[in-house]
């Protein structure tokens, strides 16, 4: 399955939980994001910096997935994170069954 899909169930999966919420003041919340975005956008300074390729690669095809060029990616992520707006996916606690576990440990 691939994750463009995988992502489809999670959000699909997440709505029948009755996680999502309508917006109360949408004309509002459409214009603070607009402002978002711009101020996103404004590309002012130049700078230049040393990544893995194997980083650069995830940033292109994450950048990919989401239809933009991986510059603004970069940007958006890097102005997130200055605003505080940038938070961490919680991380997925797999259970395995115990005969699993039994044999990574006898293993």
Do not use: C
């Amino acid at each position: 399955m691939n994750g463009e899909k995988l992502l489809e169930q999670e959000i699909l999966a997440s709505f029948e939980r009755g996680e999502w919420r309508s917006v109360r003041n949408q004309k509002g919340e459409i214009a603070r994001i607009r402002r978002s975005a711009a101020a996103t956008l404004l590309k002012n300074k130049r700078v230049n910096i040393r990544i893995s390729s194997l980083d650069l690669e995830g940033l292109q095809a994450r950048a990919a997935e989401e239809g933009v060029p991986y510059q603004t990616l970069m940007a958006s992520v890097l102005h997130k994170f200055v605003s505080g707006r940038l938070v961490e996916a919680q991380k997925r606690i797999t259970t395995r069954s115990s005969r699993t576990s039994r044999k990574r440990t006898t293993a």
